[in-house]
């Protein structure tokens, strides 16, 4: 058996270290089969669809940036590197952002109706997500936004995707219609956010204008 695996770093960071990781698999592609059986080549694929790859608060697909991928031995820490080589993912376009839509189709909810939104991404991606912010909390004014108080994938419409071990949302859409639950909310003025990226810091986002909801009748 081969307990080697394959980890993605952000370059120059230490691949020794278990603080380092940012995706991994075993060489069996998958982060279940410890005990892989040798193998002298083949492919990994670290992407939206199962089997998951994320570690810690890593997630598909990653932040601009650029990157390290190593085999590495043995499976603890410190980990030695076999084999690496490095690579770069390139930022989306602009017109990623200018050109896609973000629409709530009323300017005022009463809880517990839900908030819906109609949304165009001129550049679909897999586990792009649609959260709800405090009017004073997020605007396209910011260099990033910060975590949403509920979210929704945009391309599953849900917060549990279409992937049983990654919950991520593979789902790659260009334009559609989300629903949140507005329960959790207080009553007050809100923005809807789009996000490209699945990784703080989400410097990739357009929001909507702003709409009112009212909690003050909820009694579920």
């Known amino acids: ?71 590495l031995f043995p499976s603890y820490a410190p980990y030695g590197e076999v084999a690496c080589q ?31 939104a109609d949304f165009f991404a001129a550049v679909p991606v897999r586990n792009s997500w649609i959260g709800v912010y405090r009017s004073t909390e997020a605007s396209e004014e910011l260099d990033d936004i910060p975590e949403p108080l509920v979210w929704v994938y945009s391309g ?13 949302c593979a789902s790659k859409i260009d334009s559609g219609s989300i629903s949140i639950d507005t329960r959790t909310l207080s009553t007050g003025s809100y923005v809807l956010c789009m996000s490209l990226y699945n990784n703080q810091p989400y410097e990739k986002f357009l929001c909507s204008t702003s709409f009112d909801v009212d909690v003050s009748c909820n009694t579920a």
Request: overall charge negative; hydrophobic content about 30%.
């Open 156 to 168: 599953c419409n849900n917060h549990e995707g279409d992937q049983l071990e990654s919950t991520y």
């Open 86 to 116: 490095n690579f770069t993912i390139s930022d989306l376009p602009a017109h990623a952002v200018t050109n896609s839509t973000l629409t709530p189709s009323k300017s005022a909810y009463t809880s517990p109706e839900a908030i819906t």
């Open 1 to 71: 058996s081969d307990q080697s695996w394959i980890g993605v770093f952000r370059a120059g960071t230490d691949t020794s270290i278990d603080e380092s990781v940012y995706l991994w698999v075993f060489l069996c592609g998958d982060q279940c089969t410890y005990n892989c059986k040798k193998r002298e080549s083949g492919t990994v694929a670290f992407k939206a669809t199962d089997p998951k790859i994320s570690y810690r608060n890593n997630h598909f697909p990653l932040n601009p940036a650029d990157y390290r991928v190593c085999i």
